[in-house]
């Protein structure tokens, strides 16, 4: 027996590539750093929370790739002369990437007391109705 992905079957013309998302949001970072928040700022604005302790603007990126919102850290080369007795906040590099749906897009990023919010809005596409006409098939052609 044949498996029918979701891509392919019948009903769901067109639906490959929400299949293609699920399959790469499912293989995505998963280690749980850096922590988040996403809040609904509105019907159609959202905003995403990352708390990034000790990284500065420089250290961050935030960039949109195929439909893929993706927040890299790095942080510039570590003082080798300093000794932590304790070390609790992170200096790891990180990427964390979310999902973006179509229409949905970055409005506005800014880093304030180790916290960078990302603003999202959803663009509401015009509504239109379009109207397809039924006609014979020409002679000779067959359907």
């Known amino acids: 027996m044949t498996k029918l992905g979701l891509g392919s079957h019948p009903h769901l013309l067109g639906f490959d590539r929400l299949e293609r998302l699920m399959e790469r949001t499912a293989r995505s970072d998963s280690d749980g750093y850096p922590p988040f928040n996403i809040e609904q700022k509105g019907s159609n604005a959202y905003r995403i929370t990352l708390a990034v302790a000790g990284f500065g603007e420089d250290d961050l990126s935030v960039t949109v790739e195929d439909r ?8 510039a080369e570590e003082d080798r002369q300093r000794v932590f007795l304790h070390r609790g906040i992170a200096a790891r ?3 964390r990437t979310f999902a973006l749906a179509e229409g949905v897009e970055v409005s506005g990023a800014w880093l304030e007391h180790g916290i960078l919010h990302i603003d999202l809005e959803r663009v509401e596409p015009e509504k239109n109705v379009q109207t397809i006409r039924i006609s014979r098939p020409a002679a000779g052609e067959t359907a």
């Not at 893929?68 to 942080?75: D, N, S, T």
């Open 68 to 75: 893929q919102l993706v927040v890299r850290g790095k942080h």
């Open 93 to 95: 590099r990180f990427q």
